[in-house]
């Protein structure tokens, strides 16, 4: 079945650095979405992308969708201590109906 | 607009006692709905999906089973709980056929089991 690998798995940052997380799928994928879980919370989507090398801004957020729709990456510049949290991309396959494969998120520590 | 609610918050409960947690959609109809569970620290592992009501989806064999019973009601249920049973429970709806699936979660319920 289809498999999405996360790298890292922790992250810890001082406040102002910044910070990657990697997503890679075993497939290509229809679209991939970002979600993010802050602690003792639920996750909470972030953006979707769906073109090949799509590039979207969210602030100090960049998300990137690979040219083959397999990768894709989060980036955050200059970390601040609200970005705490985790980072969970999920994938959707072609034919996988309204189901995501998540991969096993980035936890993100911010230390002021 | 759209809600999903999730009950209870917190449930602590003893190796072999049943279980029953509840999750309903407000504001939308014939939405895809999902339960997925994590444990301390991890990813997300989907348990079960609905794409109608009565159509019950299972990704993971195991010792809990899903029900939906009304359009945007879905129930995840265990006849005798183990200690491995214990986690984070969420529960999503996403748009029916919706071209951008994206998942809605709830609050959650945290589950231990003692």
């Known amino acids: 079945g289809q498999q999405v690998m996360q790298i890292p798995q922790y992250q810890h940052v001082q406040e102002g650095e910044d910070f990657t997380t990697y997503c890679n799928s075993s497939t290509t994928l229809s679209n991939i979405q970002w979600y993010k879980q802050r602690p003792g919370g639920h996750p909470v989507f972030l953006i979707q992308?769906?073109?090949?090398?799509e590039v979207k801004k969210q602030k100090r957020l960049t998300f990137q969708f690979g040219e083959a729709k397999k990768n894709s990456s989060l980036h955050i510049t200059a970390t601040q201590t609200t970005d705490v949290g985790t980072y969970f991309c999920?994938?959707?396959?072609?034919?996988?109906?309204?189901?995501?494969?998540f991969g096993q998120g980035t936890i993100l520590t911010v230390h002021p | 607009s759209q809600t999903i609610h999730q009950w209870p918050a917190t449930l602590v409960q003893p190796v072999g006692s049943p279980l029953s947690l509840e999750c309903t959609v407000e504001g939308t109809s014939n939405p895809n709905l999902y339960w997925y569970r994590q444990a301390a620290g991890r990813g997300l592992q989907l348990l079960f999906y609905?794409?109608?009501?009565?159509?019950i989806s299972s990704e993971v064999p195991q010792n809990l089973s899903a029900s939906r019973p009304q359009d945007r009601q879905f129930i995840l249920s265990s006849k005798k709980l183990l200690l491995s049973d214990s986690g984070f429970y969420l529960c999503?709806?996403?748009?029916?056929?919706?071209?951008?699936?994206?998942?809605?979660f709830g609050a959650g319920t945290r589950l231990s089991v003692l």
């Open positions: 999503a709806w996403s748009v029916m056929g919706g071209s951008k699936n994206i998942q809605y």
């Open positions: 992308l769906v073109k090949s090398g």
């Open positions: 999920a994938g959707k396959g072609g034919t996988s109906y309204g189901k995501l494969t």
């Open positions: 609905s794409v109608g009501i009565g159509q």
